[in-house]
């Protein structure tokens, strides 16, 4: 970013590039948080809905996909039980 390096460098900014910049991130603040928003409903519908247990090797983002991968593939083992009968 141009404006975090003007500003390690010292540089001094008007009064309307700093509104420009606080407004550029005040939009991407909204934007990070509704993204974490929905982040949040999917981490907790994975923890409902799987064997998700927070403990190894069920930990973190990659505890979450285990959890999800193995739901998903039990799934699609029932529908393939289904559909032969």
């Known amino acids: 970013m141009k404006t975090a390096a003007a ?13 420009d910049i606080i407004e550029r991130l ?15 409903r999917v981490e907790s519908i994975i923890c409902l809905r799987t064997g998700f247990t927070g403990e190894p090797p069920y930990t ?17 083992r029932l529908k393939g039980l289904h559909d032969k009968t």
């Open 60 to 76: 973190g983002w990659e505890g979450l996909a285990k959890a999800l991968s193995e739901a998903l593939d039990e799934r699609d």
């Open 7 to 19: 500003m390690r460098a010292g540089r001094k900014f008007s009064a309307a590039e700093a509104a």
């Open 26 to 40: 005040i939009e991407e603040r909204d934007i990070l948080r509704k993204l974490d928003m929905g982040a949040s």
